[in-house]
């Protein structure tokens, strides 16, 4: 079983920038693939983006190219998810998956249990 915990949400002005992390643990976690997904106030879960076990490979949601940076610290068991030029359709509680797959859509096996992020206009 492997858990997920997520961090640095919170509130911040168009424009702005956010560091969300995600803490992995349980037997296997520094081998698996990880995401973001987040999900908007009465919209699907959607995907933001994912990183490889070793880092080498991501895959970015065009709605993230070119503002949303992810990466990780195996020796942390962590993953980090840098948010520039943010607005207010970034929007959304974070959540972060990790499993054996490295998807571009949702197919992930374990999830936190999200960090919410607010953009004001």
């Known amino acids: 079983q492997v858990q997920l915990v997520e961090s640095g949400g919170g509130l911040v002005q168009t424009g702005g920038t956010l560091r969300l992390s995600c803490v992995a643990s349980g037997r296997g976690s520094s081998t698996y693939n990880m995401a973001w997904i987040r999900q908007a106030p009465g919209k699907d879960r959607e995907f933001v983006t994912a990183i490889s076990s070793d880092g080498g490979t991501t895959f970015v949601a065009n709605s993230a190219k070119g503002r949303f940076t992810v990466s990780r610290a195996n020796a942390k068991n962590t993953m980090f998810l840098e948010m520039k030029g943010l607005n207010p359709e970034d929007t959304a509680v974070y959540y972060c998956?990790?499993?054996?797959?490295?998807?571009?859509?949702?197919?992930?096996?374990?999830w936190g249990q999200g960090t919410q992020v607010t953009v004001s206009p």
């Open positions: 998956a990790a499993g054996p797959l490295l998807d571009s859509g949702l197919n992930y096996d374990y």
